[in-house]
């Protein structure tokens, strides 16, 4: 079985699309992780939504990308990724991707693109707290790289809904860091919405309560590189009627907020 980081490489090279044609469609293929997770993570399909658009506009970058889960997906199976093309122009393209596998559709997205231009840009600059030590370091098990934090998720006492993580990956094409950043924004936001909940943390899923992520939802606002520090900044302003909420940050070292996200989910506890 490969590493855990060349085992990701290797589901974000997908099979290059067909031509597009008259209608606008191409279809790609993607392998899945190696993992003895039950499913698969949805930090792969994002990914592999952004490489697919990626693959379709290469003149572009992704804006942003929303993301519906539509079932559980079969790590034993491909999946392919049916794009649509909507409309593209010189600065603007609208995809729509579909994950399918034999069962159904897996997950669907709503991709926007957007050429590279100048302009205006400025933008309200956080304070952000200073990079952990090395001791801070942490194994977050599907992210494949360093990351670091001050905050225990596994904890079962109870804190603010509010989670810091740093992160940092080997060196690696660029051209990549929208997936691998979308991947890792998928991994930590319900652990986030239950640290207030006394005597309950992320690793009770399945047996004090049932969680999966129903939406997500990123943005990109500047070109970035994942082989130097950036910090997700994330927290969960509300859980209720049997879901909950959180969205975050990607900042790099020096502020620059490079990326937004959000997330809704699954969360259910029994009676």
Not at 29 to 44: C, M, T
Not at 79 to 91: A, I, L, N, P, Q
Not at 246 to 254: H, I, P
């Amino acid at each position: 079985m490969p590493d855990l980081w060349t085992d990701l490489l290797g589901c974000l090279d997908l099979e290059a699309p067909a031509d597009a044609g008259a209608n606008g469609h191409a279809v790609l293929r993607g392998r899945n992780q190696e993992l003895s997770y039950h499913r698969i993570f949805g930090g792969q399909l994002l990914a592999q939504f952004l490489r697919a658009a990626c693959l379709t506009c290469p003149d572009k970058a992704v804006k942003s990308v929303h993301t519906l889960f539509a079932k559980e997906g079969n790590a034993d199976e491909p999946v392919c990724y049916e794009v649509t093309k909507h409309h593209e122009g010189r600065s603007f393209a609208g995809l729509s991707i579909i994950a399918r596998q034999a069962h159904g559709v897996a997950a669907t997205a709503s991709v926007s693109m957007h050429a590279p231009e100048a302009g205006l840009d400025r933008q309200t600059a956080p304070v952000l707290p200073s990079l952990p030590k090395d001791e801070h370091r942490i194994e977050l098990g599907l992210i494949p790289w360093e990351t670091r934090t001050t905050t225990d998720l596994d904890a079962r006492e109870s804190g603010w809904p509010e989670f810091d993580l740093w992160m940092r990956t080997p060196a690696v094409d660029p051209g990549l860091a929208p997936a691998l950043v979308a991947y890792a924004t998928d991994l930590s936001l319900i652990g986030t919405a239950l640290r207030p909940v006394e005597g309950v943390s992320q690793r009770d899923a399945g047996k004090a309560f049932t969680s999966a992520v129903t939406s997500h939802t990123v943005w990109f606002h500047r070109p970035f590189r994942t082989d130097g520090w950036l910090l997700l900044r994330q927290h969960s302003p509300v859980v209720a009627h049997g879901r909950c909420f959180g969205r975050g940050d990607v900042l790099t070292e020096d502020a620059s907020l490079v990326a937004s996200y959000a997330q809704e989910a699954l969360l259910r506890f029994p009676g």
